[in-house]
């Protein structure tokens, strides 16, 4: 995933993002939470956001977050992300500088996250 969306960012002159482990913790525990609890949604049921959830968990700089359901591979999920203003926004914005991928593979899904970070 980071692959492709660094490949992505090289088009419009954009550094690369980089692995950021924080990130990546939060963004495969929130695929997992709306496995487990079958919502689909950047505010989970108890009405916490991507930042609400990142200061909990002590991750600090979440820029932005993308989430996605059913895409079988990252380059499915990609080319999805690719095909949706907001999300291509996200991926595309050069001000980023690091990046966390979680999927989470269940019935339903799976379940794909990117969050951002400065």
């Known amino acids: 995933m980071l692959a492709l ?6 088009k419009v002159g954009c550094v690369p993002v980089r692995a950021s482990r924080g990130l990546s913790a939060l963004a495969g525990a929130y695929s997992e ?4 609890r079958g919502f689909f949604s950047h505010t989970d049921p108890d009405g916490a956001s991507p930042w609400d959830r990142a200061a909990k968990a ?12 059913g ?5 499915a999920v990609m080319e999805s992300w690719m095909n949706s203003d907001g999300h291509r926004a996200n991926i595309l914005n050069c001000d980023y500088t690091r990046l966390g991928v979680g999927v989470h593979f269940a019935d339903g ?5 990117q969050n951002f970070g400065f």
């Open 5 to 10: 969306v660094n490949a992505e960012r090289a």
């Open 33 to 36: 939470d709306m496995a487990e």
């Open 58 to 69: 002590g991750v600090e700089g979440l820029a932005a977050e993308n989430i996605a359901r």
């Open 71 to 75: 895409q079988a591979d990252a380059r």
């Open 109 to 113: 899904g799976p379940w794909w996250t």
